[in-house]
T-cell receptor, first 118, second 114 residues
Framework: AQTVTQSQPEMSVQEAETVTLSCTYD???????LFWYKQPPSRQMILVIR??????QNATENRFSVNFQKAAKSFSLKISDSQLGDAAMYFC???????????????FGEGTQLTVNP | DTGVSQDPRHKITKRGQNVTFRCDPI?????LYWYRQTLGQGPEFLTY????????KSRLLSDRFSAERPKGSFSTLEIQRTEQGDSAMYLC????????????FGAGSRLTVL
């Protein structure tokens, strides 16, 4: 079974600075997707960024980018120019790319609580 | 379409009572998922539907839990004979079938069992 580990329960960053959240995963599959979701205090999960394992290029979405190291099974999220609205719980998630059943569920990490200090 | 809707947002019940949650997915999405999230933890997968067919169920879904999606649109999650350990946030998500089928989550239904 796949597992996702986020080793940083809490992180903090100064407004306008850069922060990196860590995520490692364990899988024997070659085809999969990785995601970062954000969960603000209102509790609705919002997709931040996704990465297809077959793509070597790291995904970017405005101030958010990832460092995907497939061999190391590492998938970190970098937030540049941090804003107060970035404060939230961040979850790393894995989805298999194989099959209609096992390929559908997301496996989440434990989450990292990000605080942005003004 | 306003996204994934869940109702009620918060339910307080006494141990032993039955509760039912409803989820209305994004209309174009044929896949629907239920997750459970306890405080300070990541969501845990419960079950998944493609149209009206329930294709996968987690071992977390005990006999007291049942989910339906009778017409392939909205879904219900029922918990019978609730226990204090059932207290959690129940998240619904939907996705299209194609591509990375990115999940869109609802705001969740919080269950408190006294």
């Amino acid at each position: 079974a796949q597992t996702v580990t986020q080793s940083q329960p809490e992180m903090s960053v100064q407004e306008a600075e850069t922060v990196t959240l860590s995520c490692t995963y364990d899988t024997s599959e070659s085809d999969y997707y990785l995601f970062w979701y954000k969960q603000p205090p209102s509790r609705q999960m919002i997709l931040v960024i996704r990465q297809e394992a077959y793509k070597q290029q790291n995904a970017t979405e405005n101030r958010f980018s990832v460092n995907f190291q497939k061999a190391a099974k590492s998938f970190s999220l970098k937030i540049s120019d941090s804003q107060l609205g970035d404060a939230a719980m961040y979850f790393c998630a894995y989805r298999s790319g194989e099959g209609e059943t096992s390929g559908s569920r997301l496996t989440f990490g434990e989450g990292t609580q990000l605080t942005v200090n003004p | 379409d306003t996204g994934v809707s869940q109702d009620p947002r918060h339910k307080i019940t006494k141990r032993g009572q039955n509760v039912t949650f409803r989820c209305d997915p994004i209309s174009e999405h044929n896949r629907l998922y239920w997750y459970r999230q306890t405080l300070g933890q990541g969501p845990e997968f419960l079950t998944y539907f493609q149209n009206e067919a329930q294709l996968e169920k987690s071992r977390l879904l005990s006999d007291r839990f049942s989910a339906e999606r009778p017409k392939g649109s909205f879904s219900t999650l029922e918990i019978q004979r609730t226990e204090q350990g059932d207290s959690a946030m129940y998240l619904c998500a939907s996705s299209p079938q194609s591509g990375a089928n990115v999940l869109t989550f609802g705001a969740g239904s919080r269950l408190t069992v006294l």
